[in-house]
């Protein structure tokens, strides 16, 4: 059974850091590609960060120079550090796995985590 898990959501100030973790199991992680979602209330799941199994990294330009996404794949765990969040950062972020297999796609996600900015 395959289970992505997210943690390390919560209340932040504006101009706050908070990093968000997603343990892996049931999957060979390493050859994954994986990365960060968010969605916020009334607005379409749109992408944050992106790493690919070969470490190659992609941002969404509303967080480029502030979030850095990181894969450890001895532990199967994905991470994203967030510093000077703002409040449209707010939102429920999913952490997901895809990758294609002999022409299937596999394509798996976590149950989210909610991240406030707020004061």
């Known amino acids: 059974q395959v289970q992505l898990v997210e943690s390390g959501g919560g209340l932040v100030q504006p101009g706050g850091s908070l990093r968000l973790s997603c343990a892996a199991s049931g999957i060979a992680f390493s050859i994954y590609d994986v990365g960060w979602y968010r969605q916020a209330p009334g607005k379409r799941r749109e992408l944050v960060a992106h790493?690919?199994?070969?470490?190659?990294?992609i941002y969404a330009d509303s967080v480029k120079g502030r979030f850095t996404i990181s894969r450890d794949n001895a532990k199967n765990t994905m991470s994203l550090q967030m510093s000077s969040l703002k409040p449209e950062d707010t939102a429920v972020y999913y952490c997901n796995a895809e990758q294609r297999l002999l022409g299937r796609p596999y394509d798996y996600w976590g149950q989210g985590t909610q991240v406030t900015v707020s004061s």
């Open positions: 790493i690919t199994d070969r470490g190659i990294t």
